[in-house]
């Protein structure tokens, strides 16, 4: 059982960067891929990036690319989203997951999930 906890969210003007993080424990977290999702008021959730379990391929929505990078520490069992020239439209909750496997953006294909942390872009 994987437990992950989201923090470094918060309230940030348009232009502006945040770099939220997610701490893992209770598994073998060099084994998991892990994603970053998001979810907008009254909106589905969304696929943002993915990072496979040694780091060595990423995957992002198209609407981030280039804006935000994934990353991830297996020593630190950590994984990072820097988020830079951030818009109104990025406003959501965040959350991190984890699944054993390939990388995929089908949120219904992670495992484990974070609680979620929120991120404001204002104009």
Known sequence: QVQLVESGGGLVQA?????????????????????WFRQAPGKGRQFVAS???????TNYADSVKGRFTISRDNAKNTVTLQMNSLEPEDTAVYYCAARRGGLTNM??????????????VSS
């Open 107 to 120: 949120p219904t294909l992670y495992e484990y999930w974070g609680q979620g942390t929120q991120v404001t």
């Open 51 to 57: 990072i496979t379990w040694g780091g060595s391929r």
């Open 15 to 35: 232009g502006g960067s945040l770099t939220p993080s997610c701490a893992a424990s209770g598994g073998s977290f060099s084994s998991y891929v892990m994603g």
